[in-house]
């Protein structure tokens, strides 16, 4: 198959998912086209049967706001025409899936048939779609799709609640591919951070609201009060100077570790203890099963998705929003005890077991025969 793929190139979870399919799906024979307005993050080496289109938004003085999504559109309708795509798979509904259709509309008087799949990622749904500003649009979009997917049975049911969607949405959960986590310990990097031993404490996030990185915070000073540990902030975003302000002021000092965006984070998670999600919402949590498949046991809130990941008890424990003293307390208790944390370990590896790349590519493979 021809696959066009548009998914946001930024170090958020629906790129990184998105990204990832298309590799797998070039991987196994089908040419894959991504057209967004970035090279994906993680699209790092040149591999066969992988293309890149790039969407890029002319300066016209006229504008205050750039029409990108015209713009995509545009190319949607280029690349399909001239590269022969047989579907295109949108990730994020906000403006792919209304892109998607415009384009689809205007192949379609030119005697073109080109379906379009829609995969609902999580905020596109539970925050921003359901701004009155987004919402007839996304409506819309979504139920003119030719297939829908949601990323987890509860990003299902927010979305059946949210908007009045007509059509079957189909959940296929994100995924992991184990075998690049079977790497080694970088044993001088987890010096260079934890160079007494200490425990290492890791969240990885865009720092936006909705990430509670406060929560993160917090925790990890209670940690710290009973156990010598370090906590490594992995990512950036609108709330990383507040956070770092908090840092500083509540005296955590060299404890905290800001390292910044990184496109990989095998390495980062492979050598934690311990990952913190502390999130309000989150569709799936995709940043907890990578930390799985590391072998991580996670310390989250359990809301959305999340507990369709991370099993209460078994690969780690499941909070409150805004529990941190509970969320302290079950780290404390799992790090202090080397079987149980040997034990949620292996857990958490069988976790993402469940949700390997093998298991997931044939739905989405099935699901793109089912369209054309
Ligand atoms: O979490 C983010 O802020 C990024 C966002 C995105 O769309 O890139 O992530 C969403 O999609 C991920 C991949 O499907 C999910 O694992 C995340 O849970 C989801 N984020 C939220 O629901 C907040």
């Known amino acids: ?7 946001y190139p930024t170090f958020g979870g629906s790129g990184v998912v998105a990204t990832e399919l298309g590799m797998a799906l070039a991987a196994s024979g089908h040419q894959v086209h991504f057209i967004t307005y970035d090279l994906p993050v993680r699209l790092e080496k040149t591999l066969e049967n992988v293309f890149y289109h790039e969407v890029r938004v002319s300066d016209y003085p006229l504008f205050d706001y750039q029409p990108y999504e015209l713009v995509l559109t545009s ?18 509904a906000i403006p792919h899936a209304s892109a998607a259709y415009m384009a689809r509309q205007i192949l379609r008087s030119q005697g073109i048939n080109i379906p379009y799949i829609t995969t609902l990622h999580g905020t596109d749904i539970t925050l921003l779609g359901k701004d009155e500003s987004f919402e007839p649009v996304i409506t819309f979009a979504i139920n003119e799709s030719d297939a ?64 509670r990185v406060d929560d993160v915070v917090r925790v990890f000073e209670l940690v710290r009060k009973k156990l010598p540990s370090k906590l490594l902030l992995v990512g950036d975003g609108p709330e990383r100077s507040h956070v770092e302000k908090m840092c500083r002021e509540s005296g955590l000092g060299t404890d905290v570790i800001f390292v910044g965006k990184m496109k990989q984070t095998t390495d980062i998670l492979r050598l934690s203890d311990l990952f ?33 990941v991370n099993i209460d008890g078994y690969s780690g424990y499941l909070s409150g929003v805004g529990d941190v003293a509970k969320m302290a307390t079950d780290a404390i208790s799992i790090l202090s005890d080397v079987e149980r944390y040997t034990q949620f370990k292996e857990n958490a590896k069988e976790v993402a077991r469940k949700f390997d790349l093998k298991k997931v590519l044939p739905l989405y493979i099935d699901l793109y025969r089912s369209v054309l």
């Open 1 to 7: 198959m021809k696959i066009g793929i548009v998914c």
């Open 75 to 92: 190319k949607l309708v280029d690349v399909v025409k001239y590269e022969k795509l047989d579907l295109l798979h949108v990730h994020y």
């Open 276 to 308: 913190l999600l502390t999130s309000e919402t989150e569709s799936f949590g995709l940043a907890a099963l990578e930390a799985f498949a590391a072998g991580v046991p996670v310390i989250s809130s359990n809301t959305g998705g999340i507990p369709e």
């Open 148 to 211: 829908v997917t949601a990323v987890s049975e509860s990003l299902r049911q927010d979305t059946l609640k949210f908007f009045r969607v007509k059509r079957d949405i189909k959940v296929i959960p994100n995924f992991i591919c184990e075998e690049e986590y079977n790497v080694p310990v970088l044993e001088n990097l987890k010096r260079s951070y934890a160079p007494n031993g200490e425990f290492i404490l890791t969240h990885i996030s865009n720092f936006r609201p909705v990430k």
